[in-house]
């Protein structure tokens, strides 16, 4: 059972530090991770700028739509930002706090693990 209150997925190919993707619920996320913990991080408890590993996060969902004409129809992107952060909290929706909480707690760990060889 996971300890996670979100399904939070990363894909597959990215399994080192430093740009890392994925989608959390229905909800796309990237984020930049370090190895070590750095001072202008996201603290995984409070979520304030501190010590921690990640240094960029944003969770989205991106809306498309298809207009104009049948024969020369046009896509329209429009990309609904519910959390960012870099170097500060630009966006930081209150309905999304849990949920970029939960994320961060889950990239600080998963990428702290050291395999040690004897």
Same mark, same amino acid.
């Given at each position: 059972?996971s300890?996670?209150?979100? *399904?939070?997925r990363?894909?597959?190919? @990215?399994?080192?530090?430093?740009?890392? *993707?994925?989608?959390?619920?229905?909800?796309?996320?990237?984020?930049?991770?370090? *190895?070590?913990i750095?001072e @202008?991080?996201?603290? #995984?408890?409070? =979520?304030?700028?501190?010590?921690?590993r990640?240094t960029? =996060?944003c969770?989205?969902?991106? @809306?498309?739509?298809?207009?104009?004409d #049948?024969?020369?129809?046009?896509?329209?992107v429009?990309?609904?930002?519910f959390?960012?952060?870099? *170097?500060?909290?630009?966006?930081?929706?209150?309905?999304?706090?849990?949920?970029?909480r939960d =994320?961060?707690?889950y =990239?600080?760990?998963r990428?702290?693990?050291?395999?040690?060889?004897?």
């Amino acid at each position: 059972m996971s300890r996670y209150k979100y *399904d939070i997925r990363v894909n597959k190919s @990215n399994k080192h530090y430093g740009y890392i *993707d994925g989608y959390i619920n229905d909800i796309y996320w990237f984020a930049m991770v370090h *190895d070590d913990i750095v001072e @202008n991080g996201i603290d #995984p408890v409070t =979520l304030e700028k501190g010590f921690g590993r990640v240094t960029r =996060l944003c969770l989205y969902k991106d @809306n498309t739509t298809f207009e104009g004409d #049948p024969f020369l129809p046009s896509m329209t992107v429009r990309r609904q930002i519910f959390v960012n952060y870099q *170097d500060e909290w630009s966006v930081l929706n209150s309905a999304y706090v849990g949920m970029a909480r939960d =994320l961060v707690q889950y =990239l600080d760990r998963r990428f702290s693990l050291r395999i040690v060889s004897c």
